[in-house]
């Protein structure tokens, strides 16, 4: 992958992206989607971000996300970019495959 800024989805992008991601929406007052993941318990969340954190670095690109208990609440949004990329949309759809 070259060190191109990636590019803002366009506003008919961001709607295309968001109708095939189950369960993601749009954060009010910003440009960005969150999710909440829900684990049977602790452990099962915690192996779930571990193996979202190994790919994150690889794809140099980083989720906001807190934890508590087997929730888990994502926000993903590219900051080089002021908004939403590609790079949210492929981490998004890793993150639902890693959970499934």
Do not use: I
């Not at 192996?47 to 994502?74: C, F, I, Q």
């Not at 993903?76 to 002021?82: E, K, Q």
């Amino acid at each position: 992958m070259g060190h191109d800024r990636p590019k803002r989805l366009s506003p008919e992008a961001r709607k295309e992206a968001l109708s095939v991601l189950s369960g993601w929406a749009l954060v009010e007052g910003r440009e960005a989607m969150s999710k909440r993941f829900v684990f049977r318990d602790f452990n099962e969340a915690f192996g779930w971000m571990s193996r979202v954190a190994l790919l994150a670095e690889k794809l140099d690109h980083h989720p906001e996300w807190s934890n508590v208990y087997k929730t888990v609440v994502v926000t993903l949004s590219t900051h080089d970019a002021g908004g939403l990329t590609e790079l949210d949309v492929r981490l998004a759809r890793a993150m639902d495959a890693m959970a499934s």
